[in-house]
């Protein structure tokens, strides 16, 4: 089983705090890589500033190269919008891995509003990165009501892949502040650097348009 942590956003565009939290989550947890699942539309942000795929995928790219990561679109490939669904296609489509769904607190603050959240804590373990000016919003919600039973220590972080889902680990992490609504704020066509020819997804190796 190749342990494999799966970080998922809009990366509108990617930036360096994505590459920073993804390679401390990667030596906490024991990951052999991470994959980038570059959404093609989250449900829970607007459609309005929003990159084309494919632009946001070669953002990804670049940001993770010469690392353990892998930029990929695979969502469009297997039809699904939400995290729940998958999931479920991933674990069916890679019996060979096991995967781990990684999210900031400022996401498990709001993860009551994701479709089948409970679901997705049953599918795979979760592993949450501190976020400074939320850690105490998630701690407090309504999600984390249902999960508290099932946190697990963080110094037993890299035995994870012996845990039964449901498992939540919190690591202790505090990441620079960068962020891309800053980032298209100052650039806000930052998407027309990049070449819009359709890509080959690293991990399902279909073209990306």
């Known amino acids: 089983?190749?342990?494999?942590?799966?970080l998922g956003g809009s990366f509108n565009p990617a930036h360096n705090s994505h590459r920073r939290i993804s390679l401390f989550v990667i030596d906490a947890m024991g990951l052999d890589e991470m994959w980038w699942l570059v959404s093609p539309g989250n449900p829970l942000k607007p459609v309005e500033g929003m990159a084309p795929l494919s632009a946001r995928l070669a953002s990804a790219r670049k940001m993770a190269r010469r690392a353990p990561i892998h930029a990929t679109a695979i969502e469009q490939r297997?039809?699904?919008?939400?995290?729940?669904?998958t999931l479920k296609k991933l674990?069916?489509?890679?019996?060979?891995?096991?995967?781990l769904w990684v999210?900031?607190?400022?996401?498990?603050?709001?993860?009551?509003?994701w479709r089948d959240w409970r679901e997705?804590?049953?599918t795979v373990t979760i592993a949450v990165v501190a976020r400074p000016g939320y850690d105490s919003h998630a701690r407090a919600s309504?999600?984390?009501?249902?999960?508290?039973r099932f946190v697990r220590p963080g110094t037993?972080?890299?035995?994870?892949?012996?845990?039964?889902?449901?498992?939540?680990v919190l690591l202790r992490f505090y990441p620079d502040r960068g962020s891309a609504t800053r980032l298209r704020a100052k650039a806000p066509c930052w998407h027309s650097s990049y070449n819009q020819k359709a890509l080959r997804d690293p991990v399902s190796r279909r073209p990306v348009r």
């Open 1 to 6: 089983m190749i342990p494999t942590g799966l």
């Open 78 to 85: 297997l039809g699904t919008r939400y995290t729940a669904d």
């Open 91 to 99: 674990v069916r489509a890679y019996p060979n891995r096991r995967f």
């Open 103 to 113: 999210m900031g607190a400022d996401n498990l603050a709001q993860f009551h509003r």
């Open 120 to 122: 997705i804590a049953r």
């Open 142 to 148: 309504r999600a984390m009501g249902w999960l508290r």
């Open 156 to 168: 037993k972080a890299k035995d994870w892949t012996t845990w039964s889902p449901p498992a939540l």
